[in-house]
């Protein structure tokens, strides 16, 4: 039987990649991709499709325990292109604020154990009651400077994910990379960089010049599609790449332009894609991934 690309069933438009084809030699797998997989399965796929690196999260890890997760990884042989993820930190009650650096610090210490150079920052929402969007980035910047040392000591860059605007009142107050990069430029690329996530920034007006802008500041490529129509919950919106809006093209050019030589990782939410198989999601990624993205990295 041929074939077919999930969500949707359509054929596959390219034969999947074997384990060693070159062209994955970049190509990670974020764990939510495949979020109905424990650590142990998604480790195992990555091996079986013969990707060479994976995004972790910390629940899954968390769920093995961190010693388990750094044996399994390191026998694996798998890359870790990042962490995630830190941040949640734009809380203003003190007691809050200490716990949310507390949290921040336990999550660098996870991504020194696992080998991750990164840790991947969302910096949360609006507090309750809050609309005040300037004080709350301030506080989010604020949260970065005092994590900076910490991540030094660890040998960890703190990266900024800029979410799309849709989220700035409940995940992300930071929603453009201007705004991600205005943060990041008070410290060094080697304390804190940025993630470049399609989904998140393909709508930004003169994205091609921030993203040269960030140049050795960026920490992830992360790869997705916009698709529409939006679902109810719009944290599920999601597509695989080639299904939705997102010129992979350009972006990935541009990324290239602006030097990034790291992974490339697959990050989809999206409650048809977490239905399917692991490994057909995984094939049809890799399938997507060497038409769409790596032919321009």
Known sequence: ??????????????????????????????????????????????????????????????????????????????????????????VSEPDAVEQAYAENVRALDEAQALGARTLVLVPGGLPAGDRDLVAARERAAAAVERLVPEAEQRGVVLGIEPMNPIYAADRGVVSTLAQALDIAERFTPAQVGVVVDTFHLWWEPGVREQILRAGDRIVSYQVCDWITPLPADTLLARGMMGDGHVDFASFTRWVAEAGYTGDAEVEIFNADVWAAPGADTVATLARRYVELVQPHL
């Open 1 to 90: 039987m041929s074939a077919v690309d999930v969500p949707g069933g359509a054929p596959a438009r390219v034969e999947t990649p074997a384990p060693g084809d070159p062209r994955l030699a970049r190509l990670s797998l974020n764990q939510r991709t495949t979020a109905s997989w424990d650590l142990r399965s998604a480790i195992d796929g990555c091996l079986a499709a013969g990707l060479p690196s994976i995004g972790l999260w910390r629940e899954p890890v968390a769920e093995v325990g961190l010693e388990t997760a750094v044996r399994w990884v390191q026998e694996s042989g798998l890359r870790v292109s990042s962490l995630c993820r830190g941040g949640f930190f734009t």
